[in-house]
């Protein structure tokens, strides 16, 4: 199903629809976007680059098409269409008065974990905190997959061999 791709600079292209989904905040479609790539044999050939982009923002649909065909999923019932968002920033819980490992930890501010009345850390200083010896990040509110590929990097999870998710 055509459809028209909106580019980060602004330009248009047309691109291929195979799926859109209903997420809370929004709507991502499936697209396939034309493209060329090198072989191994040093030649050049048609390709597509597969991506999900946000619309209507990044979409825009083609007069006289019909995208009733699409295959669509919706949030289910009772499930807001738009996302709740955390408060902002991370809180540091100190574990005792002695020092030595497991010492801290940090959560974010609304964390059932999170103790109360202590400042809010920007995420500058909440990956200081982070970096220290005895300090755990929280599994619980998700301060530890927010804030450890910040503090380890990206890499882990991608397959450099194929060039996707592993």
Partial sequence: ????????????????????????????????????????????????????????AHVR???GISYTDVPTTRLPDGIPDTPTRRPAGWVLARLGNSRGP????????????????VPVLSLDQALAQAEKPGVRLCTLCGAAHELDPVLHG???????????WA
């Fill in 1 to 56: 199903m055509p459809v028209r791709v909106v580019l980060p600079d602004g330009q248009e292209i047309t691109a291929r629809l195979y799926a859109r989904s209903q997420v809370p905040g929004g709507w991502l479609y499936d697209v396939g976007l034309p493209t060329y790539r090198n072989t191994d044999q040093g030649q050049v050939e048609a390709a597509e680059y597969r991506v999900c982009v946000e619309a209507p």
């Fill in 61 to 63: 649909p083609l007069d």
């Fill in 102 to 117: 497991g010492r801290a930890v940090l959560h974010a501010p609304d964390c059932a974990e999170a103790p109360a009345g």
């Fill in 154 to 164: 990206f890499d882990d999870g991608f397959d450099h061999s194929v060039g996707t």
